[in-house]
């Protein structure tokens, strides 16, 4: 089936040590987006990519940090966790290009920092 | 800007009553689409309608049903004879349109349900 992966499902790392989320996706979308989601609330977007064009929301921090090296992966490196970006990070997808598109969300990575 | 607002923060009913979930919206545009989003203990968000502006007609799938009133900016979500497997919190968002052709959701704050058996 069609679908957007991510992996891991959990993770765990410690204070300052980097780590990198993966996201794959069968749908050959030309979107993916990453999103930060802490507890009881929604979903923030931190950036996306329109195939090859990245697009940073004004307000994510330096430490996050995404690469996208063909339509079907995306990885989101946090560079150095701090406490407060334990969350659950979700991948999307959309086809793109026009106002019927639909974000297609992967199971999510819940990250632990210790 | 845009917004959504989902008022009721937590719902619990018991199986098999209906329950109506809100969601107001604002928005400028005069073209926009409203989704509703369910996401249950594991956390994937899994994608449940879309709706353009232009179709207030209201839609039924199953026991799901949307109620689009573009006049109130509403667009609410009814379970009919609800069950233990429908708890999950469910959110509302809106589309505006980002830089080049994607497409930003403006998310609610959710409403938890809760059905108890």
């Known amino acids: 089936d069609a679908m957007v992966i991510q992996n891991p499902r959990y993770q765990v790392t410690q204070f300052g040590k980097p780590v990198t989320l993966s996201c794959s996706q069968t749908?050959?979308?030309?979107?993916m987006y990453w999103y930060q989601q802490k507890s009881s609330q929604a979903p923030k977007l931190l950036f996306h990519?329109?195939?090859?064009?990245?697009?940073n929301e004004a307000d994510t921090p330096d430490n996050f940090q995404s690469r996208r090296p063909n339509t079907s992966f995306c990885f989101l490196d946090i560079r150095s966790p701090g406490l407060g970006d334990a969350a659950m990070y979700l991948c999307?997808?959309?086809?793109?290009?026009?106002?019927?598109?639909?974000?297609?969300f992967g199971p999510g990575t819940r990250l632990t920092v210790l | 800007a845009q917004k959504v607002t989902q008022a009721q923060t937590e719902i619990s009913v018991v199986e098999k009553e209906d329950v109506t979930l809100d969601c107001v919206y604002e928005?400028?545009?005069?073209?926009?689409?409203l989704f509703w989003y369910k996401q249950p203990p594991s956390g994937e968000l899994v994608f449940l309608i879309r709706?353009?502006?232009?179709?207030?007609q209201n839609e039924i799938s199953g026991r799901y049903s949307w109620n689009f009133q573009k006049s109130t900016s509403s667009f609410n979500f009814t379970i009919t004879a609800s069950q233990v497997v429908d708890s999950a919190v469910y959110f509302c968002?809106?589309?505006?349109?980002?830089?080049?052709?994607?497409?930003?959701?403006?998310f609610g704050s959710g409403t938890q349900l809760t059905v108890l058996p």
């Open positions: 999307a997808t959309s086809r793109g290009g026009g106002s019927t598109d639909t974000q297609y």
């Open positions: 749908l050959n979308h030309n979107v």
């Open positions: 990519y329109y195939d090859k064009d990245f697009n």
């Open positions: 928005t400028r545009d005069t073209t926009y689409y």
């Open positions: 709706r353009n502006s232009f179709d207030e």
């Open positions: 968002a809106l589309s505006e349109r980002m830089r080049g052709s994607a497409r930003q959701l403006t």
